[in-house]
């Protein structure tokens, strides 16, 4: 049984106890909701897209600590990106959690930095879905976005 | 009911179940998910695996001894059920896939029969999706009306407006236990006000049946449902027991094999009860499974079951109190009286999942979720709760070992 000590990395408790960007933004920013069928979980993502650049991004809803802190860290890494940029960066991520598309091309140059603490959630499939709940938002916002 | 002839010995019960055995990185299974699913004794392991070795064969429709021997076990398990709840006889026991799938029957076959635009039907905030989503989907299809019975502020069914809400309702379907809150409904009363109402009274009785005795015809119901795999028996099966009067009048609710009397190009007819509601080939294993299950649980009696979990609730009230003061809220009755040995608590802020994972080091077993009753949970005001259910296989050793447990989840978070 791998340890909990691959989960709850010091990092990950970092920003589950001092989320990053959390809020909401006004329209024009747009958002969308995620929903974690199995725990109830919720969360919003609110983005500021202007000339293909994420300007700003903030998330709001209850999670438990996987899902908040990979939330929280993933603002902080797509914040100033652009859209393409941020879409290369989710897939890098997911590739990591295992659940890359076959289809779409893993750009693994990409640095995740911080981000490389939730690989421990790998050894909990249970709790890939709360590593990726935030993400999988954040892709709905960005076909929002571009809409 | 068939008496007791087994003393309730918590230390004997553990070794019917060989899954209590079973060590994760050498420390013991501490199982504490019962009202989710009951774990299996010998009995009904070795009865059903007997059974696959010795005795499989199709039912109801073949002339050798061994189809004769397995329909003779298979219909035996009907009559243990049919004994266990006190039903007049067992051509009411229906078995079906599931709880879910017996309460979608009911929607299905009764309800499309008897609701038509306008009708109401009346629910409870503390229903398992179960019970709700099956009315919500006959809602969408033909314009019924949903109505809900609200909770108190100390979890129990809020009966000051029961009259007025029973006004011009079809039917009331409640659950007898909360799977959330592991409050006791008082199912009498709730069927004998649905009578006087004019409406029938279904009762979801997943959470009770394997807890307590159920008499089904001194609660008074038109139906009651629950499952299998809840009461020490395999999944797979799942019971419908109804009025004899009501299921005859009732249209059949899968078409195919064996629910026939009669069929031609132009047309059908149904078989008897209950066939009629058991189409293609059953569980047969599995309710041969269930049939063992029912005769363990009659070796104790239903009493001593539910005296045994009176005292494990009260000590687990007691402890959680001790050790944890307010850093515990327990979403439910404190009155071990009033309630089952099915607890949802919140812990010191911690989320539940992060909760159950920590807990699971120490091989405690608890469910973190929304329990299949979001509605409940929004009103409770909460999106997850951890929840800790025993059942006759647990001891106060086991709520010690959850304290302990929760008592490290504190140090992480």
């Avoid at chain 2, 076990?73 to 006190?86: D, P």
Wanted: with cysteine.
């Amino acid at each position: 049984m791998p340890g909990i000590e691959d989960l709850y990395r010091e990092i990950i408790l970092d920003h589950y106890r001092t989320p990053r960007n959390r809020g909401e933004l006004q329209p024009p920013a747009i958002s969308s909701e995620g929903h974690n069928p199995l725990c109830g979980d919720d969360i919003r993502i609110f983005l500021d897209v202007a000339d293909g650049v994420v300007r700003d991004v903030k998330f709001s809803g209850q999670g438990c600590s996987i899902s908040q802190s990979s939330t929280s860290m993933m603002t902080v890494a797509i914040k100033g990106k652009t859209v393409d940029e941020v879409r290369a960066f989710v897939r890098r991520f997911k590739h990591m959690m295992t659940l890359a598309d076959n289809d779409e091309p893993v750009d693994e140059s990409i640095n995740l930095g911080d981000i490389e603490a939730l690989q421990g959630v790998v050894k909990f499939p249970v709790r890939i879905k709360c590593a990726t709940l935030g993400w999988n938002t954040l892709l709905e916002a960005l076909t929002e976005s571009t809409k | 009911m068939t008496s007791a002839h087994r003393d309730f010995d918590s230390v004997a019960i553990r070794r019917d179940f060989p899954i209590l055995e079973t060590q994760i990185n050498g420390k013991p299974l501490v199982y504490l998910d019962s009202a989710n699913t009951s774990q299996k004794p010998n009995i009904v392991i070795d009865t059903m695996s007997e059974f696959m070795r010795e005795t499989y064969a199709p039912i109801n429709r073949s002339a050798y001894t061994l189809a004769a021997n397995a329909t003779e076990l298979y219909e035996g398990a009907r009559n243990a059920v049919a004994k266990f709840i006190n039903a007049n006889s067992s051509q009411e026991i229906v078995f079906t896939k599931n709880a879910t799938e017996a309460l979608n029957l009911l929607v299905n076959s009764w309800g499309r029969t008897n609701l038509k635009t306008g009708d109401v039907v009346l629910l409870t905030h503390m229903e398992h999706h179960a019970n709700i989503v099956p009315w919500q989907m006959l809602q969408q299809e033909r314009g019924i009306e949903l109505r809900w019975v609200p909770l108190t502020s100390d979890y129990q069914l809020d009966l000051t407006s029961l009259e007025t809400l029973l006004k011009g309702v079809k039917v009331f379907s409640f659950t007898s236990m909360s799977n959330v809150l592991g409050t006791i409904n008082p199912v009498e009363k709730l069927c004998a006000a649905a009578h006087a109402a004019g409406a029938i009274a279904i009762v979801d009785a997943c959470q009770s049946v394997p807890h307590a005795p159920t008499d089904v015809r001194a609660l008074g119901a038109d139906f009651v449902t629950f499952s299998s795999h809840k009461m020490c028996g395999p999944s797979g099966v799942g019971v419908l027991w109804g009025r004899k009067e009501l299921l005859e009048a009732m249209p059949p609710f899968l078409g195919g094999g064996n629910m026939i009397s009669e069929v031609r190009l132009d047309g059908f007819t149904c078989a008897e009860l209950p066939a009629k509601f058991e189409a293609g080939t059953p569980a047969i294993a599995e309710v041969v499974g269930l049939g063992a299950a029912v005769n363990y649980l009659n070796d104790f009696g239903m009493t001593s079951i539910r005296q045994h979990e009176i005292a494990i609730s009260g000590y687990v009230i007691e402890k959680f109190a001790d050790r944890f003061g307010d850093d515990i809220t327990i979403h439910g009755p404190r009155n071990p009286e009033l309630r089952g040995a099915t607890f949802s608590f919140a812990f010191r802020g911690i989320h539940p999942h992060d909760l159950s994972q920590v807990l699971d080091q120490s091989n405690v077993c608890v469910r973190a979720g929304h329990h299949c009753a979001k509605p409940l949970m929004k009103i409770i005001g909460a999106n997850a709760t951890a929840r800790a259910s025993f059942y006759l296989y647990n001891t106060t050793a086991d709520v010690d070992a959850l304290a302990d447990a929760l008592d490290s989840a504190s140090d992480i978070f």
